[in-house]
């Protein structure tokens, strides 16, 4: 069982940044690939971002190419998304999710935290 608990969440306005990380307690090691999903009201949860194991190998979603950027501590079992040039579209809660295999879909991701909302003003 791994426990992933968020952090950094907040109100920020656009064109601002905001770092989330995720803490990982229980077994803990650096088998799991790790991903970023959020969720709007009303809409389905969606893939922000993913890492493998190793940190070498990356996906991002085309929404945000180019202005999220994931990494992974494995010594401090901590990802991290910087999230840069917010929008307003960009409002969601933000999961971060542990899968025994690298993907980017929801579905393959065993583990979840709780969440934490990113609110981007206009």
């Known amino acids: 069982q791994v426990q992933l608990v968020e952090s950094g969440g907040g109100l920020v306005q656009a064109g601002g940044s905001l770092r989330l990380s995720c803490a990982a307690s229980?077994?803990?090691?650096?088998?799991?690939?790790m991903g970023w999903f959020r969720q709007a009201p009303g809409k389905e949860r969606e893939s922000v971002t993913a890492?493998?194991?190793?940190?070498?190998?990356?996906y991002y979603a085309d929404s945000v190419k180019g202005r999220f950027t994931i990494s992974r501590d494995n010594a401090k079992n901590t990802v991290y998304l910087q999230m840069n040039s917010l929008r307003p579209e960009d409002t969601a809660v933000y999961y971060c999710?542990?899968?025994?295999?690298?993907?980017?879909?929801?579905?393959?991701?065993?583990?979840w935290g709780q969440g934490t909302q990113v609110t981007v003003s206009s």
């Open positions: 999710a542990a899968s025994g295999s690298y993907s980017w879909r929801t579905y393959e991701y065993n583990y």
């Open positions: 229980g077994r803990t090691d650096s088998t799991y690939a």
């Open positions: 890492i493998n194991r190793s940190g070498l190998t990356t």
